[in-house]
């Protein structure tokens, strides 16, 4: 099994910038797809972003020209750079990877200030 751990949730400012990282660890030998959802409260899970081990990528809407995933294949870990934060951007994100099934991280919490 695949296990996943997001780190760099907290507090950060409207305008700001932010960082997410999440380590995939097991048996593991390749990894297709990494990407990271969103659910803010009240509001249901929803796709962030998506980069393949090809490197090609996908934005929701709401986020294009904000954030950039990127991944290092070597060390199995992905990352959300997030820029120009709003507070709607206010979410609990969550790291998950395709390996055969979806595996899903616990989850780590970014607040965004008004």
């Known amino acids: 099994q695949v296990q996943l751990v997001e780190s760099g949730g907290g507090l950060v400012q409207a305008g700001g910038s932010h960082r997410l990282s999440c380590v995939a660890s097991?048996?593991?030998?390749?990894?297709?797809?990494m990407g990271w959802y969103r659910q803010a409260p009240g509001k249901q899970r929803e796709l962030v972003a998506t980069i393949t081990s090809g490197g090609s990528t996908n934005y929701a809407d709401s986020v294009k020209g904000r954030f950039t995933i990127s991944r290092d294949n070597a060390k199995n870990t992905v990352y959300l750079q997030m820029n120009s934060l709003k507070p709607e951007d206010t979410a609990v994100y969550y790291c998950?990877?395709?390996?055969?099934?979806?595996?899903w991280g616990k989850g780590t919490l970014v607040t965004v200030s008004s």
């Open positions: 998950t990877v395709k390996y055969g099934v979806d595996y």
């Open positions: 097991g048996t593991i030998f390749s990894i297709n797809v």
